[in-house]
């Protein structure tokens, strides 16, 4: 069997982190997504939520392409993550050219701590290439539309998260 492990903080899950699943699915038997707990990164949703908003997002992927989809929350190395979800592939998603210097130094490092694991790149559909979790969170806060970077149920949760302050703030601006 084949396990994939793709890595990521998914804060929030993106259509690009989507399409990067789904295209990942053919190459692996059990694709194991790895959600970053990140702490230092201060995410802004915390990690049930953004297992469950992964999981939610897999399911339909799961049923279409036939492969199965496990989350798996990782704290460790990520070389030592794939080792103990038994991955021989890691999947990372390319969006531009600013990521593979990043990427390049990660593969080095990793191959020198573990050469049996090869790290697979992926690039998604033109339309979804540049979207990106901060960018998406940063128009969402200031209030734009983000429906065609994220699927409708995480732009609800993004709002949901985001309304708080802008709600209270609107509400005091209205009196
Ligand atoms: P990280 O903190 O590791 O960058 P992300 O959740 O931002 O975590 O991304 C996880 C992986 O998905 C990375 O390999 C990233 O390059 C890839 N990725 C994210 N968005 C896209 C996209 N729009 N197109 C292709 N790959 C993407």
Redesign the pocket.
Known sequence: MRIGL??????PI?L??T??IRRACALVDRLVIGI?I?RD?GPLFPLEERVAMVEEECAGIAESTGTEIRVHPFENLLIHCAADVGASIII????AVS?FEY?YQMVGMNRAMNDEIETVF???DAH???????LVKEIARLGGDISGFVSPRIETALSERLLPAGGAAARVAGG
């Open positions: 793709y890595p990521g903080t998914f804060d993106t690009g982190h399409e990067i970053a990140n990164k990372r998603g390319l969006r990521d990427e992926l690039m998604a979804y290439q540049a979207i990106a979790s901060r």
